[in-house]
């Protein structure tokens, strides 16, 4: 082979060597994912850096098998890695444009912490075929390493989605939200007339007038100030508690109102209908816990449930010695106030024939104080309503020899 041809052979190499570094280098300055370098730079270089680029992209969209997603207002973090672990995918957000990234990924799973939108996004990521799972943020915490930032917290919750002993989150239905926002809007709203109804009671008692407690006995102070001829009151206070009073009969009806909702949907729902079969169970306990628990079997068994609700003792064992205090108070405040609530109610009523709850219950109360029973019968509250739900049936009331 002639010397020529050598030279044009060994030219040709090394502009090949440079045009693969230079393929690379763009592909690498072009990346969308914000790992390798920022997205701004060498857009307009023509030729194979585009063929590059998205032979690059659907390679990083292809080997993501865990994300992390940190939720935030305005802009979410997100936290990719493959099936060994390496991480491909660091990357920051906007709202608007999230759906139209994963709608173009390839199905993965998903990990997200459970807070005010989780169960909004963990819908619409599991429409677009993905395996999207919501974590309590307690359980996320101790994956995040040194500084807190939506970096570190992306990645932690990537790294906890893919452990095997994770506990998760059901994701709740549009329905079930609907319905716990008609809890929430009473729970304001009496928390409201509650204040209401203290402010006339402090007003009244300024000019000698008292009512005996309890939310009933509100109408002898506002018979008094209707009474016009009544000389307890001035003329200018009457007109201003008139207002008050106005107040508070608006908020009854608004609470009768939202009442008479979860009623009509206690009904429809055969849930419910199980559910309020159970002593001490009304429409409102009953729509309650239908709507919060999407599904009865993701509990293991009934102890579980009542320890999501954080009607358990709290454990400080160790050393092989069982050491129980009080209740964890874990889990949601409002069914567990609620189960109480319906407890004290068990207590108060006395049947001609008690049923063995009851039974059991005075025989508590002769060693225990008259509250400490209270949550006590809401724990079998809870594990009755656990397997009327899990089982599909209707509340069985044993015999008073089982007692």
Not at 142 to 162: F, G, L, M, S, T
Not at 216 to 232: K, Q, Y
Not at 395 to 400: A, F, G, I, L, W
Request: aromatic share 4%; hydrophobic share 45%; proline share 5%.
């Amino acid at each position: 082979m002639c010397p020529a041809s050598l030279l044009q052979r060994e030219a040709l190499r090394a502009l090949m060597i440079y045009a693969d570094r230079v393929r690379i280098k763009i592909a690498h300055s072009c990346c969308i994912d914000g790992v390798d370098g920022p997205a701004h730079r060498h857009r307009n270089v023509p030729g194979c850096g585009c063929y590059v680029l998205q032979l690059k992209e659907r390679t990083i969209h292809m080997n993501i098998t865990t994300i992390g997603i940190d939720l935030a207002k305005n802009f979410f973090q997100l936290h990719g890695v493959d099936e060994t672990g390496a991480v491909i995918l660091r990357r920051k957000l906007r709202r608007d444009r999230v759906l139209a990234y994963f709608e173009q990924s390839p199905p993965c799973l998903i990990g997200m912490e459970a807070c005010g939108s989780a169960h909004h996004w963990a819908r619409e990521l599991s429409n677009l075929g993905h395996d999207a799972k919501l974590m309590p943020p307690a359980y996320v915490k101790p994956y995040i390493k040194r500084q807190k930032n939506d970096a570190a917290d992306a990645e932690a919750i990537c790294e906890a989605v893919a452990r095997p002993t994770m506990r998760f989150v059901p994701v709740k239905s549009a329905d079930g939200q609907s319905i716990l926002l008609l809890h929430r809007t009473r729970h304001l709203l009496i928390r409201q007339r509650t204040g209401a109804v203290n402010a006339l009671r402090a007003h009244m008692a300024e000019f000698g007038i008292i009512a005996p407690k309890g939310i009933r006995n509100i109408i002898r102070l506002i018979a008094v100030i209707d009474d016009a001829c009544d000389a307890r009151l001035p003329d200018l206070a009457r007109s201003t508690l008139a207002l008050v009073v106005e107040q508070i009969t608006m908020l009854s009806q608004q609470i009768t109102a939202v009442e008479r909702k979860l009623r009509d949907w206690s009904k429809a729902n055969e849930i419910c209908r199980r559910l309020q079969t159970i002593p001490g169970i009304g429409f409102i306990t009953a729509t309650a816990l239908a709507a919060s628990v999407a599904d009865a079997g993701a509990f293991r068994s009934a102890r579980h449930f009542a320890a999501w609700l954080g009607l358990v003792p709290r454990q400080n064992s160790t050393g092989g010695k069982q050491r129980l205090g009080r209740i964890s108070k874990m889990g949601d405040r409002y069914i567990r106030q609620l189960l109480v609530n319906g407890a004290m109610a068990i207590q108060a009523h006395r049947p001609k024939t008690p049923s063995p709850l009851r039974i059991w219950s005075d025989g508590l109360s002769a060693r225990k104080s008259k509250k400490l029973v209270a949550v006590a019968v809401a724990n079998k509250l809870a594990r009755i309503a656990w397997a009327v739900m899990a089982n599909n049936e209707d509340y069985r009331r044993p015999e008073p020899g089982a007692a």
